[in-house]
T-cell receptor, first 114, second 111 residues
Framework: DAKTTQPPSMDCAEGRAANLPCNHSTISGNEYVYWYRQIHSQGPQYIIHGLKNNETNEMASLIITEDRKSSTLILPHATLRDTAVYYCIVRVPPYTGANSKLTFGKGITLSVRP | DTAVSQTPKYLVTQMGNDKSIKCEQNLGHDTMYWYKQDSKKFLKIMFSYNNKELIINETVPNRFSPKSPDKAHLNLHINSLELGDSAVYFC??????????FGNGTRLTVT
């Protein structure tokens, strides 16, 4: 799986959009970009994933650049409960056998301030 | 509720003891995992089972023995506990290309 790099931390004000960057310059054509987050004292939680097109669900939006070398996770209206470590992970399907695992990096710590 | 559930949530024990952590998922997934998160917060895969068969074993000491009685359960037994085993252990499950679902962890403290 391609490596990802994320800044160690960032903060944003409650109610504002949080834009979390991820660099994956060595991504290959069939690798998907996944985002998970880990709120303190909880297990990691899936947020969203995408291949080329921008994606949106009830939690967040994922913007992937045209060259796919980077992406941004957008939390449109951050709340205090969004304070967590966010992990950007790239994976190539099929996710079976030895390829089924997720490999976590250090992630980015998002602090939402009141 | 559909979920991945682990027991116990907290486990405090002395060096040299043997302990088990249990994990159950009712999501109908066929692959289950154990991850370890150490004091530096790194999450590392330990084991993975698919339909009761060991798929991944990431050079974990053989004091750690996973057991999968059926595809809904993956238990972790640890023999001769050491101080360095203190960590949070997360169970997870998945099905085919679905995202992994994680439990809320078991915090193991070895004194």
């Amino acid at each position: 799986d391609a490596k990802t790099t994320q800044p160690p931390s960032m903060d944003c004000a409650e109610g504002r959009a949080a834009n979390l960057p991820c660099n994956h310059s060595t991504i290959s054509g069939n690798e998907y970009v996944y985002w998970y987050r880990q709120i303190h004292s909880q297990g990691p939680q899936y947020i969203i994933h995408g291949l080329k097109n921008n994606e949106t669900n009830e939690m967040a939006s994922l913007i992937i650049t045209e060259d796919r070398k980077s992406s941004t996770l957008i939390l449109p209206h951050a709340t205090l409960r969004d304070t967590a470590v966010y992990y950007c992970i790239v994976r190539v399907p099929p996710y079976t056998g030895a390829n089924s695992k997720l490999t976590f990096g250090k992630g980015i710590t998002l602090s939402v301030r009141p | 509720d559909t979920a991945v559930s682990q027991t116990p949530k907290y486990l405090v024990t002395q060096m040299g003891n043997d302990k088990s952590i249990k994990c159950e998922q009712n999501l109908g997934h066929d692959t289950m995992y154990w991850y370890k998160q150490d004091s530096k917060k790194f999450l590392k895969i330990m084991f993975s089972y698919n339909n009761k068969e060991l798929i991944i074993n990431e050079t974990v000491p053989n004091r750690f023995s996973p057991k999968s009685p059926d595809k809904a359960h993956l238990n972790l037994h640890i023999n001769s506990l050491e101080l360095g085993d203190s960590a949070v252990y997360f169970c997870a499950s998945s099905l085919n290309n679905s995202p992994l679902h994680f439990g809320n962890g078991t915090r193991l403290t070895v004194t």
